[in-house]
Each structure stands twice: as C-alpha cells, then as structure tokens.
C-alpha cells in the first residue's frame, strides 16, 4: 500500500537554482504519466465504445471461458467478460482519484489553512486535531469503516479521504504560515488591497502549487487504498472495479495451477500498477517545479 | 554536528533489534515429546478452545471429540458403533435407553469413567442453559430423567419417543468428567489446557501455539487400544490445496473445485474422495410479507427462471447437483422424487402474467403499482451467484437489489428476525455424507411448532407438513418413516418456502502413503477432523485397530 | 532536565524560558493524554457502529440449523455482556481497561490481553525488519540514485523502485508464494515458524523462522522502500548542490568520502522524521501481508475478528496498534528535534 504524502517531499534546502533545471529534465517522466492518465481517462469515458459487452451481464459467455476473438481476456466466473470489466473499471478508479483527492484537500484546506489564516485559538485548536488525526491507526480503521462499505462506495471513500485530509493540512498550515508572514503580504495589505486581493494574488498563487501535487499524490494513495480493500472483500461486491477483479480472480481455488491467471490476474495487476505509477510519477514530477521550500526559505 | 546523531540512530537500530529478537525467541514454546508412529497433517487451524462448550463450529467440534467420547459413534458406513457404551437397549415404547459402559474407561488423568460421569454430564448440560454454539447448541431436548443404575449402567428416559435421540444425543453429546466439571460455574470461560481431561484416544499436547496450531498425539491407554495414527497436527492455512500440493499437509478439502485444480492430485500419491450433498445454497423467499413473496405462483415463476444445472457448471466447475425442490439432495437416502420447476423462462414469464404481475416501465413488473423489486441478502462469498440471480430474474420481470453481507463469516441477523425479502444462506447438509442427513432436518427446518432459526423457513406453515413432521419423528420403521417423509417432501416442492438451488461437490484429496482410505461421516461435518474412528482403527468401519 | 526537550545543543536557557518549556511540556503530555482517551473512546465505538453483531457471528460460524429463539439470544447476549446500554457498557469497558483488563474473545474464549501477547511478537519482528531493510535498502539506493542523477543508473533504479512500490502487494504476494512455496517448495507456505518444532536447537530455530519470514518481508520490504529512496535521492540532490561539495571536490577528497561520509550523512537525517510515516504504512500493508501468508501477527487477528465482530479481541488489536503508532510518532518526534535542534516548533 502506497504511503502517505510527505515521503515525496524533498528535505528543507534552499534549492531554487536547480527548480528550472529539473522540471526540464524531468520532463520524460511526467509526459509518461500524463499520456498514461490520458489513456485511462479515454478508457473510463469512452468504455461502451471500447467493448460490446455490459461489464456486468453474467450471460456475456460461459464460465471461465479462455481468450479468444469474442472475449479478448476471457470471462470470469458467473460469465462476464473481463476485458469489459477491465474498462469499465478504470471509471470506478478515477471517480476515486477525483473525489478522494478532492476532499482531502478540501479537508486540508478546512483545517490547515482556514485556521492558519484565522490565527489564535482557532489555529491551535486545529493544529491539536490534525495531529490527533495522524495519529489515528490508518489501516485498521480502513478495514473497521470499510466493512461498513458493503453496499455503496462513499463510506470507504469519506474514509479515504479523512485519511489525506490531515498529513496535507499539515504542509499547506506550515506554507500559509510562512506566507502570512512574508513582508510582501504586510506590505500588500499596507497599500490598500483588500483582503479578497491578497488571498487572490498572494495565498492562491503560493498555495496552488502545493495542493496539486497534495491532489495527485492522495489520488494515487486513494485508487491503491480503494483497490486493496475491495480485494480484502470490504468494498462494494456489486461493483465494478480493478480491486474487485483482483478480489474475484484471487478467489477461485488455487488460480495460480491454471493458467487462468494470465489473463485474469495479470493484466488487472498491470493495469492498475501502471495507473499508480502513472499518478505518482506526475505527483514527483511537479514536486521540483513546484518545491514549496523554494518559497519558504528566502 | 552529526556525530551524535548517528550514533543515537545506531544505538536505536541495535537496541530495537534485540529487542525484537529477544520478544520472539521469548515467544517459543517448550519442548514438546515428538512421539513416533503415523502422524496426520491437516489443514485447519483452531477455532476455539476445544472444550465441550468453547468449541466453535463443525471444525472445532470434530478437533474436540478428539478429546472427548460419547456412548456411540459413527464409522465411515454410517454405521452406530458402540463406543464409550458397549451396548444400548431400549424399551418397547422407545421411552427408555439403558446403555451399558464398558469397563476399562479410564479418563486421561487415569481416574476410571464410571456412569455417574454420564449422569452427571446431561444434569450439566440441562443446566447451563444457552451454549453458545458448538455442533449441539442446546442442551439436549425432551430428556426427562438420567440415573445411574450401577457403576457401568445409564438408563435415559425420554419424555416422549424420538428416533433421532440415539443418533443426535447418543453419538453427539460429549461426556465429561464430573470431577473436572461439578465446580465449574462458567464453561464457557474455561480456557486452561489443564481442564480438557478427556476419555478421547488423543490428547493435546499443544494448542494455539501460532495462529491455532494444534497438536495431538494418541493415548496408548485408550479402551480400544492404542490408536493407528499416533500424532494429528493441525494448523490455520489459507489455501489446503496449494498446501496438498507443496507437500505441507496429508489432506485437504474442497467445494466445486476446478478441473486444473484437481488436475496435479491425478495420480498415485492422491487419493480422492467426493461427496454430493455436503452443503447446499437454499433461496428464501419472506412469507411474511404482503405481495408476490408470499404468493405461491410468483415462487414457482422464480424456480423456473433460475437455470439450477447452469449453476452447477459456472459455480462448481459442473460437478455437484441441481438443486431439489423436495429439499433433500437427490443422493440422499430419504430423496424422493418431487416436481421440479424446470428451466423455463417463457413458462415463468407465463405464470407471472396469469398471477397478474403485469410488465410495468424498464421492463419490471408489476404489483398493484408496485414493481417487482425485491431486496436480496446474500454474502459478500457468493457474488458470482448474485449476479446469476440478478441475470435470471431480470429476464423475467423481476429485479432483485442484492445486499451483500459481511466478509466470508455470515452475519445474518436480519435473514433471522424476517427483516428481508429474499435472502441466500449456506445450508451444511442434507447429506448424506454430511451433517444434518437426517431427515428430521425438515421439520426443524420448516415445521411451524419449532422455533425459529437461522436457516429455517421464514413464516411457512402448513398444517398438513406439520403433522407429518410429527409422525415421521415417531416412525421406527424405515419404510414407515420413508413413506412420510416422502410426502412431506411433496409438500415442500409445491408451496416452495425454500429451494436449494444446488449442491456443490465436496472433495477431500489425501496422501494415499499416510493414510489410504477417506470418507465422509454420515450425520457429520465434512471437516478432515470427523475421520476420527478412522484416526483411532486405521479402517473404513469397525473398532478393531489396524496393527 | 529542563534542557532535555531542547536538546543538548541547546542554548542555556533564562528562568522565564524554563517556566515556559515546563508548561509546554505538560501541555505536550496532556495532548497525548487526551490523544489517548479519544483513541480508548473510538476503539469502543467504531466496532459497535460496525453492523451485525457477534451473536450472529458466532451462529453464522456454526451455520447447522440452529434453533435459536429470542430468549437463548438474550441469555448469549448477557453472557457476553452486550445486553446493557450503549453507555453501562462503555462505563464497565472503561473501568475494565483501567484494570489493564482487555476482555475476553467471543471466538476463542482466551483473555485478549494474551493472544495479543502471543502475537505481537511476530507483528513487531515483520514490521520492524521490513522498516529497518526498506530504510537500509532505500537509503542504499537513495545516495547510488542521487549522486548518479539523470544518470542510466538513476532512471532505471528510479523506474523500478516507483514500480515496485506500486505493484499490489496482495499480487505480488500471491506470486511469490505460488512459486517458491507451492512450485519450487524452496519455502513455507503458511505461518511463522514450523509447528510444534520444540526440539531443534536456537540455531535451527532462528533459521526455521527466518525462513517464513524471507516472502512476507520481501512484500512488505517492496512496499516501503521507494519512501525513503525518494527522500535520500531528494536529500543528495540538494547536498551535491552544496558550497562544501565544491570545496571538498576542489580540495580533491576522493569521491568516495564525498559521497558517503559528507554528503549521505547530512541526507540521512530526514528519514528520521520518516519512521512515523513508515510505521503508519507499514502497519497498513501488514493487514494484507500476514492475511496472504497466514502470519500469525495482529493484522491476521484484526481482519478475523471484524469477520465475526468479536468486539474484544477488534478493541485490544486497535489499541495495540493506535497506541504503537501513536508511542513511536512521539518517540521520532523527540528524536528528530534532538538531532535537529531546527526542528522545534
């Protein structure tokens, strides 16, 4: 499972000469990512175009059929094709990318920079409870709420998302700080902007950067989370997912003795891993161009 | 500047290392005697204190009467054998049992096992009230006096005939020392190794080590002799097959496995054993409520849009039975021939038109308005079965929104106070190489003079079913007996308050070089733990040990 | 003693200084304290709030035709206490866990402090190893990677490592399990140790467990080490950036030295602050790992004992777990701010 946000985060050191430098040389890496996402993005909206075959029809074919021109990677056990699965399973995965890492951020916001900029007893109060947060067990709670999931995707989802929301109000509450307290920010208030002008053209511009790659980052953690518990039988089974796929395929007797699992099990795990890679690759890739200590320490 | 700091982090990596060492190898257990002779691998861990009355479920009753007997047991024919009795009589009216111990019964701790012991065992057990739930969950039912008669003699009587009592009490209920038990207040609690004296032909040696590991080995002092296989250890793994095959274990187990699954076992060092009718899947439909669910016509349209051969081949790889309107597996010995509601999606279209469910918007019919919508409880295991259901009645008219239901374990406790509409639950049984064989299964099941459970019928009551469920209970005669319950199976087919939909075959592979002979105990749990009689002798039927 | 939150690099401090380390201290303490009581507080909720209960996980287990009618339930359910108010059982839980008394499993029927005793143990050594060989090898590679940058080298460790970290450890898992237990039969296929193996020697013994613990550390090695190579490649990045490099490499120190005595050790301290994170994902992906492998650590019980809401045994697993987390992210935390005296906030 993949970790949290902070790990990618390079050390506190004045680097702004190498800023440019990087996001050139770096630039392969991201354009893999994006083409990647792209391709998934085209999977996920055009998926009735891409197969003939509703994901879920058990009378797509027998059971467990091989590959062949009708069913390209087979049909599972009730008689689903897999590759409609497989599509259709890149939507399920990015509506978690998109509203996981859209509210986590949003948390973040709610309560890192929020209290930040309010200051005082509102900020400590904040501060005590995004600490609380980290220290909450992740995983276990993941399975406890999980369980909770069986029949719909959002519990698993808030959950996830409850999860991001902490470590990245942390990063943006010490980057608004910082902000607040820039000459310039005084100095813009000192002219006459009103505070609408300085969040606009001080707070955004500064910020905007580090909740983008917190956005990437948390949707990587999130489709890997969402993926793993669905496997761990603790997402909706009537869905259709990457984890899910996994969690059926894993789950006939000893697929490893068939070769079944090369075209069941293997392109699923692919699929997903490079979907992951994908996401983190890009989260890594905006990190230099966008090194938020570059603008805290000056 | 950084001097300290890496020696702090070595110091830490250094102390948290030893630590960690000194934590597991403080975790070892002691030396154990190896003993010699066959020793039996199994794939299953424990579930529970193996005590009369902690032990969880089918696994953990067999892995406890390894320990502890009763007055008679079942071989691999089905056979009673006389077991802790040498032999059992009972009255002309089937209201009196006297069973008679044998004499060389000695309890683990070498004190003699005497009829008190028996006496005192079924004054126990009425006492304790609800156990939670080991294979026998109430104290046994309609026992109205147990006395000893002499040091080796137990007479039973009964406050009514029941000719289920011999094989469902006689050879279920375990007997336990008076001298461990009497100041006992909590069964239940007791988790010390200390307590399980037993009369088994085994003792436990080991228990939860890591995981439910188990250890068991034979008791030379045993009334039968010393038991053939010398040493069964048990241990929790995730896949028995894979285990089977890496060489691991002596046995494994298996429902509706795949052809390329069995395919490395089809040889000489595998034996193979099957059995059709170990467990099955029954749909219920709520009586209780208003409407098509407890409409007959509506019942019968869902039997026939549901293809019960297909299921067995997508299901169980084809191996298994279409499920039996009648209840009983077609392979068991009380089967009779019933109606079958076959596969036929216009003639369940045609039924749910002339019942007046007319084709409403979006293809879903109709009742009064309202459309044929129904929520269905299922576990979370069973999804591709779901999705079949789903299909099946979709092409009928009918929509089924499928609640799933926890992780593997069923938590089922809406489908138990009728908080549902259809449900799918695992049913162990009806055998006959399996528990619940007897057809006495029925009327629990579906009589409406018993209380309800889990598994049974919800709200079904017909007087006429019930009346038979009676008689059968009193029918010593097996033809007599056969008659009623062939009846009885009539009735079920036709008001349909439940219907299995099929019985996956259940495969036990095994090591011919350990052990070359397997079977599924009639009346028992298909666990690999219910070979117990085979363990003890080493054959298929009988006491006398194999040398 | 004062000085110790400070540091030993700490300047000496003024009376009213001192005043005020105290009263942050104790507010540091209290926050933990009050940490606690709400992490006590959730423990016994989150189970509650799960549905189902454990009586019909306990029949569900059983699974013959039970008879069950409302009167036997209501005796199981005293006899496991759950027949009380949502709050008399919280009061009797509380005071319970105040006596150091975690209750009894509903499945097994053993006190929960022991079988958490009996299997912490094997949580700490998978845990712990995989922490310690996925910092070791991250770092390794970190200080190859970074002092290579752009190099073939880096990129193709770079690729690999994010791959690696990627890949579903359930996946690979199942993978490797197949073909070195089942296949090759090199390994075990299932457990901690072999069972019952009293009589082999402390030797025989370290190697027995070593050798089921050689595919369970693998998997969760692979999926922490990628942490902490990002964070040592990041970290020599800014170091080769630095005016002493310059100096050094003017001054002609062998590259060598450079690289591991200068620039490594000075990139080594932020995966210090890394552990909490560590320990957090590591935690998680264990759930996984010792369900595949059958490791008879505390995740395994965890996700048995929600299977069947056995509440005992899911409050002493969750507090065990939060508790450790929350011990060791205070423990890095004294243990950065004493490396980097930078570090206070």
Same mark, same amino acid.
């Given at each position: 499972m993949a970790a949290t946000v902070e790990v990618a985060l390079p050390p506190a050191v004045d680097d702004d000469r190498?800023?440019?430098?990087?996001?050139?040389?770096?630039?392969?890496?991201? $354009?893999?990512?994006?083409?990647?996402?792209?391709?998934?993005?085209?999977?996920?909206?055009?998926?009735?175009?891409?197969?003939?075959?509703?994901?879920?029809?058990?009378?797509?074919? $027998?059971?467990?059929?091989?590959?062949?021109?009708?069913?390209?990677?087979?049909?599972?056990?009730?008689?689903?094709?897999?590759?409609?699965?497989?599509?259709?399973g890149a939507r399920a995965s990015l509506v978690v990318a998109l509203v996981a890492g859209t509210l986590a951020m949003a948390g973040a916001l709610l309560l890192g920079v929020l209290p930040a900029l309010l200051g005082g007893a509102t900020d400590r109060a904040s501060n005590r409870l995004v600490v609380f947060l980290l220290a909450l067990p992740g995983a276990p709670l993941l399975v406890l709420i999980g369980s909770l999931g069986l029949n719909g995707r959002l519990p698993i989802l808030l959950v996830i998302a409850l999860l991001g929301a902490p470590p990245?109000?942390?990063?943006?509450?010490?980057?608004?700080?910082?902000?607040?307290?820039?000459?310039?920010?005084?100095?813009?208030?000192?002219?006459?902007?009103?505070?609408?002008?300085?969040?606009?053209?001080?707070?955004?511009?500064?910020?905007?950067?580090?909740?983008?790659?917190?956005?990437?980052?948390?949707?990587?953690v999130a489709v890997g989370l969402e993926a793993g518990l669905t496997f761990l039988g603790l997402g909706d089974p009537s869905g259709i997912s990457w984890g899910l796929m996994l969690n059926r395929a894993l789950a006939q007797q000893s697929i490893y003795f068939s070769p079944m699992w090369i075209w069941w099990v293997l392109p699923v795990g692919l699929t997903l891993t490079i979907t992951l890679l994908a996401l983190t690759v890009v989260g890594v890739a905006l990190e230099p161009a966008f090194n938020p200590r570059s603008h805290t320490s000056s | 500047m950084t001097e300290p700091m890496l020696l702090d982090r070595r110091q830490f990596l250094l102390a948290s290392l030893g630590g960690m060492g000194a934590l597991v190898l403080g975790s070892c257990t002691q030396t154990v005697d190896q003993g010699t002779g066959l020793t039996v691998r199994l794939p299953q861990g424990a579930t529970g204190f193996p005590s009369p009355w902690a032990s969880n479920a089918d696994i953990g009753y067999a892995q406890m009467s390894l320990l502890y007997d009763t007055l008679l047991w079942r071989d691999g024919s089905g056979e009673l054998l006389p077991w802790l009795a040498q032999r059992y009589q009972s009255s002309a009216d089937h209201l009196t049992y006297t069973f008679e111990l044998r004499e060389n019964l000695r309890w683990s701790d070498g004190r003699p096992l005497t009829a008190d012991d028996v006496v005192f065992t079924f004054d126990y057990y009425?006492?304790?009230?609800?156990?939670?739930?080991?294979?026998?969950?109430?104290?046994?039912?309609?026992?109205?006096?147990?006395?000893?008669?002499?040091?080796?003699?137990?007479?039973?009587?009964?406050?009514?005939?029941?000719?289920?009592?011999?094989?469902?009490?006689?050879?279920?209920?375990?007997?336990?020392?008076?001298?461990?038990?009497?100041?006992?207040?909590?069964?239940?609690?007791?988790?010390?190794?200390?307590?399980?004296?037993?009369?088994?032909?085994?003792?436990?040696?080991?228990?939860?080590?890591?995981?439910?590991?188990?250890?068991?080995?034979?008791?030379?002092?045993?009334?039968?002799?010393? =038991?053939?296989?010398?040493?069964?250890?048990?241990?929790?793994?995730?896949? =028995?097959?894979?285990?089977?095959?890496?060489?691991?274990?002596?046995?494994? *187990?298996g429902v509706g496995l795949r052809a390329d699954t069995l395919a490395p076992f089809a040889n000489d060092t595998f034996?193979?054993?099957?059995?059709?009718?170990?467990?099955?899947?029954?749909?219920?439909?709520?009586?209780?409520?208003?409407?098509?669910?407890?409409?007959?016509?509506?019942?019968?349209?869902c039997a026939m849009a549901i293809d019960r051969r297909d299921l067995v081949n997508r299901l169980a790889a084809g191996r298994g039975l279409p499920g039996n309107p009648g209840f009983l597996s077609p392979a068991n010995p009380f089967f009779a021939p019933v109606r079958q509601y076959d596969f036929d999606v216009p003639g369940a279209g045609a039924l749910l038109d002339a019942a007046g469910y007319r084709m409403g918007p979006g293809g879903i019919r109709q009742d009064r308005g309202q459309p044929l919508s129904f929520e269905l409880l299922i576990s979370n295991a069973e999804a591709p079965l779901s999705e079949i259901l789903v299909g099946s009645? *979709?092409?009928?008219?009918?929509?089924? *929104?499928?609640?799933?239901?926890?992780?593997? =374990?069923?938590?089922?406790?809406?489908?138990?106070?009728?908080?549902?509409?259809?449900?799918?639950?695992?049913? =162990?049984?009806?055998?006959?190489?399996?528990?619940?064989?007897?057809?006495?299964?029925?009327?629990?099941?579906?009589?409406?003079?018993?209380?309800?459970?889990?598994?049974?019928?919800?709200?079904?009551?017909?007087?006429?079913?019930?009346?038979?469920?009676?008689?059968?209970?009193?029918?010593?005669?097996?033809?007599? *007996?056969?008659?009623?319950?062939?009846?009885?199976?009539?009735?079920?087919?036709?008001?349909?308050?439940?219907?299995?939909?099929?019985?996956?075959?259940?495969?036990v592979l095994f090591r011919t070089q350990v052990l070359d002979e397997w079977y599924f105990t009639p009346g028992q749990f298909p666990t690999l733990q219910d070979n117990k009689q085979l363990f003890i002798t080493g054959r298929r039927t009988g006491t006398t040990i194999r040398s | 003693m004062d000085t110790e939150l400070?540091?030993?690099?700490?300047?000496?401090?003024?009376?009213?200084?001192?005043?005020?380390?105290?009263?942050?201290?104790?507010?540091?303490?209290?926050?933990?304290?009050?940490?606690? /009581?709400?992490?006590?507080?959730?423990? /016994? /909720?989150?189970?509650?709030?799960?549905?189902?209960?454990? @009586?019909?996980?306990?029949?569900?287990?059983?699974?013959?035709?039970?008879?069950?009618?409302?009167?036997?339930?209501?005796?199981?359910?005293?006899?496991?206490?759950?027949?009380?108010?949502?709050?008399?059982?919280?009061?009797?839980?509380?005071?319970?866990?105040?006596?150091?008394?975690?209750?009894?499993?509903?499945?097994?029927?053993?006190?929960?402090?022991?079988?958490?005793?009996?299997?912490?143990?094997?949580? @700490?050594l998978l845990v712990g190893g995989s922490i310690v060989l996925a910092t070791l090898i991250g770092a390794a590679a970190g200080v190859h990677s970074g002092w290579r940058r752009d190099k073939p080298v880096d990129r193709a460790l770079l690729t690999g490592m994010l791959t690696i970290w990627q890949f579903p450890p359930y996946l690979l898992g199942t993978m490797l399990l197949f073909i070195f237990a089942v296949k090759l039969r090199w390994l075990p296929l299932a457990g901690a140790r072999t069972p019952f193996s009293g009589s082999l020697g402390p030797v025989q013994q370290i190697l027995d467990i070593g050798s089921y613990l050689v595919l369970p550390l693998t998997v969760l090695t692979a999926g922490l080490c990628a942490v902490s190579y990002l964070v040592m490649r990041a970290g020599?990045?800014?170091?080769?950036?630095?005016?002493?490099?310059?100096?050094?490499?003017?001054?002609?120190?062998?590259?060598?030295?450079?690289?591991?005595?200068?620039?490594?050790?000075?990139?080594?301290?932020?995966?210090?602050?890394?552990?909490?994170?560590?320990?957090?994902?590591?935690?998680?992906?264990?759930?996984?790992?010792?369900?595949? /492998?059958?490791?008879?650590?505390l995740g395994g019980l965890l996700f048995q004992s929600i299977g069947i809401r056995d509440y005992p045994t899911i409050q002493g697993v969750f507090l065990c777990l939060s508790l450790g987390v929350v011990t060791i992210n205070a423990l890095a935390e004294v243990l950065y701010r004493r490396l980097d005296p930078r570090a206070a906030f």
């Amino acid at each position: 499972m993949a970790a949290t946000v902070e790990v990618a985060l390079p050390p506190a050191v004045d680097d702004d000469r190498r800023a440019p430098h990087t996001r050139r040389r770096r630039s392969p890496l991201l $354009a893999f990512g994006l083409v990647v996402l792209g391709v998934v993005v085209l999977m996920a909206v055009f998926a009735p175009l891409l197969t003939q075959y509703d994901p879920r029809d058990p009378a797509a074919g $027998a059971a467990l059929e091989q590959p062949s021109a009708r069913h390209w990677l087979g049909t599972d056990q009730p008689g689903r094709d897999i590759f409609a699965q497989l599509v259709y399973g890149a939507r399920a995965s990015l509506v978690v990318a998109l509203v996981a890492g859209t509210l986590a951020m949003a948390g973040a916001l709610l309560l890192g920079v929020l209290p930040a900029l309010l200051g005082g007893a509102t900020d400590r109060a904040s501060n005590r409870l995004v600490v609380f947060l980290l220290a909450l067990p992740g995983a276990p709670l993941l399975v406890l709420i999980g369980s909770l999931g069986l029949n719909g995707r959002l519990p698993i989802l808030l959950v996830i998302a409850l999860l991001g929301a902490p470590p990245n109000a942390r990063i943006l509450r010490t980057q608004a700080l910082s902000l607040r307290q820039r000459g310039f920010i005084a100095a813009a208030q000192g002219f006459g902007g009103g505070p609408l002008y300085v969040l606009r053209h001080h707070y955004v511009p500064g910020l905007a950067p580090l909740i983008a790659v917190g956005f990437v980052n948390w949707a990587s953690v999130a489709v890997g989370l969402e993926a793993g518990l669905t496997f761990l039988g603790l997402g909706d089974p009537s869905g259709i997912s990457w984890g899910l796929m996994l969690n059926r395929a894993l789950a006939q007797q000893s697929i490893y003795f068939s070769p079944m699992w090369i075209w069941w099990v293997l392109p699923v795990g692919l699929t997903l891993t490079i979907t992951l890679l994908a996401l983190t690759v890009v989260g890594v890739a905006l990190e230099p161009a966008f090194n938020p200590r570059s603008h805290t320490s000056s | 500047m950084t001097e300290p700091m890496l020696l702090d982090r070595r110091q830490f990596l250094l102390a948290s290392l030893g630590g960690m060492g000194a934590l597991v190898l403080g975790s070892c257990t002691q030396t154990v005697d190896q003993g010699t002779g066959l020793t039996v691998r199994l794939p299953q861990g424990a579930t529970g204190f193996p005590s009369p009355w902690a032990s969880n479920a089918d696994i953990g009753y067999a892995q406890m009467s390894l320990l502890y007997d009763t007055l008679l047991w079942r071989d691999g024919s089905g056979e009673l054998l006389p077991w802790l009795a040498q032999r059992y009589q009972s009255s002309a009216d089937h209201l009196t049992y006297t069973f008679e111990l044998r004499e060389n019964l000695r309890w683990s701790d070498g004190r003699p096992l005497t009829a008190d012991d028996v006496v005192f065992t079924f004054d126990y057990y009425a006492a304790q009230g609800t156990l939670p739930p080991p294979v026998i969950i109430q104290p046994p039912q309609g026992i109205a006096n147990v006395a000893a008669r002499g040091p080796s003699t137990v007479e039973i009587t009964l406050t009514r005939p029941h000719n289920t009592f011999v094989g469902q009490v006689a050879a279920a209920l375990p007997i336990v020392p008076k001298h461990v038990w009497a100041s006992i207040n909590d069964p239940v609690g007791v988790d010390d190794l200390k307590k399980l004296v037993g009369s088994g032909a085994y003792r436990l040696r080991e228990y939860n080590g890591d995981g439910g590991a188990m250890l068991y080995t034979a008791r030379d002092d045993f009334f039968l002799g010393a =038991p053939f296989v010398k040493r069964i250890e048990e241990r929790a793994i995730e896949d =028995p097959i894979a285990a089977l095959a890496a060489g691991q274990t002596d046995a494994g *187990r298996g429902v509706g496995l795949r052809a390329d699954t069995l395919a490395p076992f089809a040889n000489d060092t595998f034996g193979k054993i099957t059995e059709q009718g170990a467990s099955t899947l029954p749909l219920y439909w709520n009586l209780n409520k208003e409407g098509p669910l407890s409409d007959v016509r509506f019942r019968r349209a869902c039997a026939m849009a549901i293809d019960r051969r297909d299921l067995v081949n997508r299901l169980a790889a084809g191996r298994g039975l279409p499920g039996n309107p009648g209840f009983l597996s077609p392979a068991n010995p009380f089967f009779a021939p019933v109606r079958q509601y076959d596969f036929d999606v216009p003639g369940a279209g045609a039924l749910l038109d002339a019942a007046g469910y007319r084709m409403g918007p979006g293809g879903i019919r109709q009742d009064r308005g309202q459309p044929l919508s129904f929520e269905l409880l299922i576990s979370n295991a069973e999804a591709p079965l779901s999705e079949i259901l789903v299909g099946s009645l *979709r092409r009928v008219g009918v929509e089924l *929104r499928p609640t799933a239901v926890e992780i593997g =374990p069923q938590l089922f406790g809406n489908k138990l106070i009728g908080k549902y509409d259809m449900a799918v639950l695992f049913f =162990p049984g009806p055998g006959p190489g399996g528990p619940n064989t007897d057809p006495d299964v029925l009327r629990v099941l579906f009589s409406s003079k018993v209380e309800p459970s889990l598994q049974a019928a919800t709200a079904y009551a017909s007087p006429a079913f019930d009346d038979l469920a009676e008689k059968q209970r009193l029918a010593f005669d097996d033809g007599e *007996r056969k008659a009623l319950v062939a009846q009885m199976q009539q009735i079920l087919a036709d008001d349909l308050p439940m219907l299995p939909l099929f019985y996956p075959e259940t495969v036990v592979l095994f090591r011919t070089q350990v052990l070359d002979e397997w079977y599924f105990t009639p009346g028992q749990f298909p666990t690999l733990q219910d070979n117990k009689q085979l363990f003890i002798t080493g054959r298929r039927t009988g006491t006398t040990i194999r040398s | 003693m004062d000085t110790e939150l400070g540091g030993r690099t700490a300047p000496p401090v003024a009376g009213g200084a001192r005043r005020h380390g105290r009263r942050r201290r104790w507010g540091a303490i209290a926050s933990y304290l009050v940490m606690v /009581f709400a992490l006590v507080t959730l423990n /016994f /909720f989150l189970p509650r709030a799960m549905p189902g209960n454990p @009586i019909d996980g306990l029949l569900g287990q059983g699974g013959s035709g039970f008879s069950l009618g409302e009167q036997s339930r209501a005796s199981l359910e005293a006899y496991y206490r759950l027949d009380g108010s949502l709050a008399s059982q919280y009061r009797h839980y509380l005071s319970r866990l105040a006596h150091g008394d975690l209750g009894r499993s509903i499945q097994t029927n053993a006190p929960v402090r022991k079988e958490l005793g009996r299997r912490l143990p094997w949580t @700490i050594l998978l845990v712990g190893g995989s922490i310690v060989l996925a910092t070791l090898i991250g770092a390794a590679a970190g200080v190859h990677s970074g002092w290579r940058r752009d190099k073939p080298v880096d990129r193709a460790l770079l690729t690999g490592m994010l791959t690696i970290w990627q890949f579903p450890p359930y996946l690979l898992g199942t993978m490797l399990l197949f073909i070195f237990a089942v296949k090759l039969r090199w390994l075990p296929l299932a457990g901690a140790r072999t069972p019952f193996s009293g009589s082999l020697g402390p030797v025989q013994q370290i190697l027995d467990i070593g050798s089921y613990l050689v595919l369970p550390l693998t998997v969760l090695t692979a999926g922490l080490c990628a942490v902490s190579y990002l964070v040592m490649r990041a970290g020599m990045v800014n170091e080769l950036g630095s005016d002493y490099l310059l100096l050094g490499r003017a001054k002609g120190l062998r590259t060598r030295r450079l690289k591991y005595r200068y620039a490594a050790r000075n990139a080594l301290l932020p995966l210090v602050g890394l552990t909490a994170v560590e320990v957090g994902s590591a935690v998680a992906a264990n759930v996984f790992v010792e369900r595949i /492998f059958s490791y008879p650590g505390l995740g395994g019980l965890l996700f048995q004992s929600i299977g069947i809401r056995d509440y005992p045994t899911i409050q002493g697993v969750f507090l065990c777990l939060s508790l450790g987390v929350v011990t060791i992210n205070a423990l890095a935390e004294v243990l950065y701010r004493r490396l980097d005296p930078r570090a206070a906030f």
